[in-house]
Nanobody
Framework: QVQPIESGGGLVQAGGSLRLSCVASGGTFSSKAMAWFRQAAGKEREFVAT????????FYVDSVKGRFTISRDNAKNTVYLQMNSLKSEDTAVYYC????????????????????WGQGTQVTVSS
């Protein structure tokens, strides 16, 4: 199984940028769609972005469109989330999730669609 490990979180001022990384060991990373979710304190886990195995398809939640970019490097077994123009409402624990196929499922916004999960990395945006 592909086991993801996130990094890159931290404290940043509103308007700043962060890049999250998720290294996925084991399994066949290059054959799996990947996703980022986030969970703010007291709230449900929320879909953020997803990318297909070949990087040919990406989807984003409306609130991050134009600010966040998901990408992947299959040679490095890594998926990234570049976050620009951060807002206080982006504060959350960000999780990397591994898909069960190359393509992005039609239910990609449902966290139950995804297989393995990382432990998460905290992103705090101060206003």
């Amino acid at each position: 199984q592909v086991q993801p490990i996130e990094s890159g979180g931290g404290l940043v001022q509103a308007g700043g940028s962060l890049r999250l990384s998720c290294v996925a060991s084991g399994g066949t990373f290059s054959s799996k769609a990947m996703a980022w979710f986030r969970q703010a304190a007291g709230k449900e886990r929320e879909f953020v972005a997803t990318i297909s195995a070949s990087s040919s398809s990406t989807f984003y939640v409306d609130s991050v469109k134009g600010r966040f970019t998901i990408s992947r490097d299959n040679a490095k077994n890594t998926v990234y989330l570049q976050m620009n123009s951060l807002k206080s409402e982006d504060t959350a624990v960000y999780y990397c999730a591994v898909g069960v196929a190359r393509y992005i499922s039609s239910t990609y916004q449902d966290y139950r669609t995804w297989g393995q999960w990382g432990q998460g990395t905290q992103v705090t945006v101060s206003s």
